[in-house]
């Protein structure tokens, strides 16, 4: 089944070789972007039936795209594409609204594969994501923690842990510095760390960067 989408990334390559492969399958792309505040207007405006996002994009990082989009009166469906971990990101994914999430180390074909099934009405996850599961079964220890934070703190902690600093973490997500202070002790606070050194260390062990 042929359909209008809109691919976001942040990457040029893939969003070039993304488009390259849905054009071969019969796709039509009406629009590409590199940040969520884009992808949220074209969307909008477009009515496009399906979305290619990934998570780590500028202005909006694609959770908050995702739930953004389940405001509009739209059938459009949205295919997660991403190179974070489906063991943190996939739940938070399908609750805020994706049909699908997968993973770019994915063969492209699977990505076909994938867009032609989420467009006949079926989901994918990986093997071994229940999505149907509760978050407290889900989580455990350290993850549990993790789980427990809000999207955007999700985005913080991971931005902290790659030692961006709060002023370019207030730039990228469109709040003050003082804001993204006051997220940074919280995340110290919910997750038990001492220091960004900490902070960094629990986001390594559990695969965020």
Request: hydrophobic fraction near 45%; include cysteine.
């Amino acid at each position: 089944m042929a359909c209008r989408i809109v691919v976001v990334d942040d990457h040029p390559v893939i969003r070039v070789a993304v488009r390259s492969l849905l054009i071969r399958d019969g796709h039509e792309v009406v629009n590409e972007t590199d940040n969520g505040i884009e992808a949220v207007s074209f969307i909008e405006k477009l009515q496009p039936d399906l979305v290619l996002l990934d998570i780590c994009i500028p202005l909006m990082d694609g959770i908050a795209v995702i739930e953004r989009i389940q405001k509009f009166n739209t059938a459009t469906k949205i295919i997660v594409f991403t190179s974070l971990s489906a063991e943190h990101y996939a739940m938070r994914c399908v609750k805020a609204g994706a049909s699908a999430f997968i993973s770019k180390t994915d063969s492209f074909d699977m990505l076909l594969d994938i867009v032609r099934k989420v467009m006949s009405g079926y989901i994918y996850f990986p093997e071994g994501i229940n999505v149907s599961r509760r978050k407290s079964d889900f989580f455990a220890d350290e993850m549990e923690m993790i789980a427990s934070l809000s999207n955007r703190e999700l985005s913080v902690f991971r931005q902290l842990s790659l030692g961006m600093s709060n002023k370019a973490i207030a730039e990228d997500i469109m709040l003050s510095a003082k804001t993204v202070s006051c997220y940074k002790a919280r995340l110290m606070d919910k997750l038990n760390v001492k220091s960004l050194v900490d902070l960094a260390d629990l986001a390594r062990r559990n695969k965020f960067i």
